[in-house]
Nanobody
């Protein structure tokens, strides 16, 4: 019912920036939570940042001060502005959409972010 389409991943040098986008379509819950997760090879998937439909925001300590999450509710699109990228940020980044209760859970296909140097 919900499709999540991601874009913006790529290869950048340390210190560079990328902006990820996630566009949701279908039966979107009006009250929801959208989030970015990432998974590096051999590691568990971890929460990077989340934003609710009311604008409440959470950042993981590892990215706080460097990443900025935002959403355009009219377009059902979420963004992740990533600045001062580090090699340890290298991972597949996934878009996630949940209803408020967390009983429904949708994922994007993931987009690769690689930070060199």
């Amino acid at each position: 019912q919900v499709q999540l389409v991601e874009s913006g991943g790529g290869l950048v040098q340390a210190g560079g920036s990328l902006r990820l986008s996630c566009r949701a379509s279908g039966s979107i819950f009006s009250i929801n939570v959208m989030a970015w997760y990432r998974q590096a090879p051999g590691k568990q998937r971890e929460l990077v940042s989340r934003i609710t439909s009311s604008g409440n925001i959470f950042y993981a300590d590892a990215v706080k001060g460097r990443f900025t999450i935002s959403r355009d509710n009219a377009k059902n699109t979420m963004y992740l502005q990533m600045n001062s990228l580090r090699p340890e940020d290298t991972a597949v980044y996934y878009c996630n959409h949940r209803n408020w209760a967390g009983t429904y859970d949708y994922w994007g296909q993931g987009t690769q972010v690689t930070v060199s140097s």
